[in-house]
């Protein structure tokens, strides 16, 4: 099952023995057993049960609140993992340390490379596509990673190659209706931004879950600064699944013609383009699809889900500040 997501506003969230309801309009419109739950995330208002927060806690599920168009509102957690010694790392290796630079170079390899990997496999389906220039551009952002001794640096490589990336991605969309111009958000003002958007929220979810199981604390992150209430090190550890998951996923879902512009609508307002439920259903259902299905992991040489890979790149990450491994490898794929 995974992760359940509830969409209907006003839903009843409850426990039934061992499994979990969902109800909404005096109807059940979902009952499934509590162990095949990895996690629950709500999308508008609903109301959770005690006995529900209650039985997540104990089972160690997390439960995410999120507004109806996905920006983060907080989440209910069980208590830190007491192992105090993988935070005593992470804090160890703040600042511009050898160990913080070294992964903040892997962050954004990661990130770069993966983009670089969407571009050459949407170049090989589509040959009329003209992307020698955006590649370029990557190319000339990753070159230098390895030698750059800077943290803000490698920042501004990892923005140079995003924009590169970006400003090649319009080239990518085959679904009639849909356009990208740039990359925009808070509000997503284009259906294809309002799905980047929605995804990327979906997939912070899902990192700081792994992040959290592994012992890290969420906060102290090294490519993205701190800020009060910014999950520092899940943004970090999300950056080279954003292509991989979110990016793929989009793409597909728009050229396959899975969700049309009829799937949207735009505040009078704000401007704020906005996934209608039906369409928020068909985009969720993707997003799962997507985070269950599987591929040999690069390093481990196993096959996996990426839902697993979030761990597996934590606990990477863990055994490295740990010194338990000598560097941290970034998940890419070609």
């Not at 999308?43 to 599920?61: D, F, K, M, N, Y």
């Not at 979810?205 to 969420?218: C, E, K, T």
């Not at 999300?238 to 049309?260: C, G, H, W, Y």
């Not at 697993?308 to 863990?318: G, K």
Request: proline share 5%; aromatic share 8%; net charge positive.
């Amino acid at each position: 099952m995974g992760t359940v997501y509830v969409t209907v506003n006003d839903s009843f969230i409850g426990k039934t023995d061992e499994r979990l309801t969902v109800k909404a309009d005096k109807k059940n419109v979902l009952d499934v057993p509590l162990i095949k739950v990895d996690g629950i995330v709500i999308l508008g208002r609903s109301t959770v049960s005690p006995a529900v927060v209650q039985e997540l806690l104990e089972r160690h599920i997390p439960l995410t609140f999120l507004t109806d168009t996905g920006r983060y509102l907080g989440r209910l957690e069980p208590e830190m993992t007491k192992n105090i010694f993988v935070r005593k790392a992470q804090w160890e290796a703040a600042g511009e340390s050898e160990k913080a630079l070294h992964l903040v170079r892997g962050f954004v390899r990661g990130k770069l490379k993966n983009y670089r990997m969407i571009l050459l496999r949407q170049g090989r389906k589509y040959s009329e596509l003209d992307l020698e220039a955006a590649l370029t551009r990557l190319d000339n952002a990753i070159a230098p990673i390895s030698y750059t001794n800077n943290i803000n640096s490698l920042r501004g490589l990892e923005g140079a190659g995003s924009a590169a990336y970006f400003g090649a991605f319009d080239q990518l969309i085959r679904g009639d209706g849909f356009s990208f111009n740039c990359r925009n958000r808070r509000p997503p003002t284009d259906p294809v931004n309002s799905l980047l958007s929605f995804g990327y929220s979906l997939l912070c979810h899902d990192v700081q879950s792994a992040v959290n199981l592994v012992g890290f604390d969420p906060y102290l992150g090294y490519l993205h600064v701190q800020h009060y209430g910014r999950p520092s090190l899940a943004l970090d550890l999300m950056e080279e699944f954003r292509p991989l998951i979110v990016d793929s996923m989009v793409l597909s879902a728009i050229n396959l013609k899975q969700l049309t512009p009829d799937d949207f609508t735009t505040e009078p307002i704000s401007n704020a383009v906005l996934m209608s439920p039906e369409g928020r259903r068909t985009f969720l259902k993707l997003y799962e699809q997507k985070k269950q299905s599987k591929f040999k992991h690069p390093v481990l040489g196993k096959q996996c889900t990426y839902q697993e890979a979030f761990e597996l790149q934590a606990r990477l990450l863990a055994k490295y500040l740990m010194g338990d491994i000598e560097k941290y490898p970034p998940l890419v794929l070609k």
